[in-house]
T-cell receptor, first 115, second 112 residues
Framework: KQEVTQIPAALSVPEGENLVLNCSFT??????LQWFRQDPGKGLTSLLL?????REQTSGRLNASLDKSSGRSTLYIAASQPGDSATYLC??????????????FGQGTTLQVKP | KAGVTQTPRYLIKTRGQQVTLSCSPI?????VSWYQQTPGQGLQFLFE???????NKGNFPGRFSGRQFSNSRSEMNVSTLELGDSALYLC???????????FGPGTRLTVT
């Protein structure tokens, strides 16, 4: 059974700092991995999607890496800003048995960036 | 292109009642998935529909059901509501084989 863990559960950093959020999963047979951002009481915003054959994806100040063999992904945020404060969720899509699988989420890391 | 929309945004129901939530996917997206989010359990997959067929289901009781229409709009129904069904229900749509999920704002259901 696929399980996704995110560490730390919460993180507080001063503005301008570079930071790394961690995600680990127990079954390396994944279809893809997606990072999301969620603001309080809101839906999820997709940040980056990494297919199983890829090692990393970049978008602006964000860089996500994937190491399937070790069951790990990291989300790197450069030059953090107060507007980056949110909960960051990692989700893996299972490969399923002849179907498209399903998305399994971690519990999230709540980030606070202080001005 | 308009995003995923969900209606209603907020709902208050009484135990034992039933509720129907609606989701309109991004235009051209044929896959719609539903998730339940609670503080204790986090985000959990309910089911996924593609071309009016359920192609994946999570571990929820039969009180939770869904359907998808020919225009890809989807509804989920919860019958005989329990207090524990209070949650944020999120819908997501995707297209193609990348399966990148785009989420709606959610429906906040409160059961009293």
């Amino acid at each position: 059974k696929q399980e996704v863990t995110q560490i730390p559960a919460a993180l507080s950093v001063p503005e301008g700092e570079n930071l790394v959020l961690n995600c680990s999963f127990t079954d390396s047979a994944i279809y893809n991995l997606q990072w999301f951002r969620q603001d309080p009481g809101k839906g999820l915003t997709s940040l980056l999607l990494i297919q199983s054959s890829q090692r990393e994806q970049t978008s602006g100040r964000l860089n996500a890496s994937l190491d399937k063999s070790s069951g790990r992904s990291t989300l790197y945020i450069a030059a953090s800003q107060p507007g980056d404060s949110a909960t960051y969720l990692c989700a893996v899509r299972t490969t399923g048995s002849g179907n498209t699988g399903k998305l399994i989420f971690g519990q999230g890391t709540t980030l606070q960036v202080k001005p | 292109k308009a995003g995923v929309t969900q209606t209603p945004r907020y709902l208050i129901k009484t135990r034992g009642q039933q509720v129907t939530l609606s989701c309109s996917p991004i235009s051209g997206h044929r896959s719609v998935s539903w998730y339940q989010q609670t503080p204790g359990q986090g985000l959990q997959f309910l089911f996924e529909y593609f071309s009016e067929t359920q192609r994946n289901k999570g571990n929820f009781p039969g009180r939770f059901s869904g359907r998808q229409f020919s225009n890809s709009r989807s509804e989920m129904n919860v019958s005989t509501l329990e207090l524990g069904d209070s949650a944020l229900y999120l819908c997501a749509s995707s297209a193609g084989t990348a399966f990148e999920q785009y989420f709606g704002p959610g429906t906040r259901l409160t059961v009293t």
